[in-house]
């Protein structure tokens, strides 16, 4: 990932029908195949299956003792539940730390080596979103 990013696989598992289209032991095998053949990028989102996915994918992280085999990414600023409130999508500082902070929790992780930002905003100036990912880092939740 750019020269001075982590080294990932030339493919990466993405994970959004886990939660929606996959049980935990779907995921669990789905996860324990692409170790095995080597990839080492995950990437997923609080928004799919609206945390279900993320929730999934930290329980087959855990059954398979994995964390350490992959450099996992996530996503914020999509809807993490329908109930969420206006505040609790998009690219506002607040929303950015507290989706960061769901994730962390749904994964069961203790930081996240890759954030994305999912939804461009034009209403969230780049400065506030940029001080939130900087805050993120310093605080060790995100590489």
Not at 64 to 82: H, N, Q, Y
Not at 88 to 97: C, D, P, Q, Y
Request: one cysteine or more; proline letters at 3%.
């Amino acid at each position: 990932m750019g020269k001075n990013g982590p080294k990932v696989s030339r493919l990466g598992l993405g994970t959004m029908m886990m939660g929606w289209r996959m049980d935990l032991e779907e995921s669990i095998e789905v996860l324990a195949t692409a170790r095995a053949d080597g990839i080492t990028f995950v990437d997923s989102s609080g928004s799919y299956a609206r945390g279900g996915c993320q929730t999934i994918l930290g329980s087959a992280l855990g059954a398979l003792k994995a964390r350490d085999d992959f450099i996992l990414a996530t996503k914020v600023g999509g809807r993490s539940s329908d109930q969420d409130p206006p505040e609790f999508t998009g690219l506002s500082e607040f929303n950015i730390v507290r989706q960061c902070n769901l994730s962390l929790s749904q994964l069961k992780v203790d930081y996240i080596d890759v954030l994305q930002l999912h939804v461009p905003s034009d209403y969230v100036p780049i400065e506030e979103q940029l001080l939130a990912l900087d805050k993120l880092r310093s605080a060790g939740k995100i590489r």
